[in-house]
């Protein structure tokens, strides 16, 4: 009970202080933020009937005209199932985490996509279908 004076002045000294400044949110750079640059509809070059569609953060799969009700996904450096020597390039990595599924962007250009599928190493090939952005 002895400290408890120390402390309470130690507390009200440190409270007490300059309020920190807000910091501001860096804004992604478009060079590394993919999100943006993945949105709209991607057409298998391996087979026609398959697309991806990509609407904010949500991936949307349709085989044939029948589509899922879509998977979350996230942007990151890394993922878990990359090897360790891996790059960890910024915005490289597009993972689907309530599906365990990690894709390495190889490529992303205006009206191509490349992908590898992290673990398994099969390349997934898309090119952008026309007024889909």
């Not at 057409?43 to 953060?57: H, K, M, Q, V």
Request: net charge negative; with cysteine; glycine share 6%.
């Amino acid at each position: 009970m002895r400290y408890f004076p120390i402390m309470f002045c130690l507390l009200v000294t440190t409270a007490c202080g300059e309020a920190p400044t807000p910091t501001a949110t860096p804004t992604p750079d478009s060079s590394t933020d993919s999100t943006g640059e993945l949105q709209g509809t991607w057409r298998s070059l391996d087979d026609d009937r398959a697309t991806l569609r990509f609407e904010g953060n949500l991936m949307i799969s349709s085989y044939s005209g029948e589509e899922d009700e879509g998977e979350h996904f996230v942007i990151a450096r890394s993922c878990a199932d990359a090897p360790e020597d891996a790059p960890t390039e910024q915005g490289k990595y597009l993972i689907v985490p309530d599906a365990a599924r990690c894709y390495y962007i190889l490529r992303l250009t205006e009206n191509e996509l490349d992908m590898s599928y992290v673990g398994r190493g099969n390349t997934l090939r898309y090119v952008r279908v026309e007024d889909s952005f």
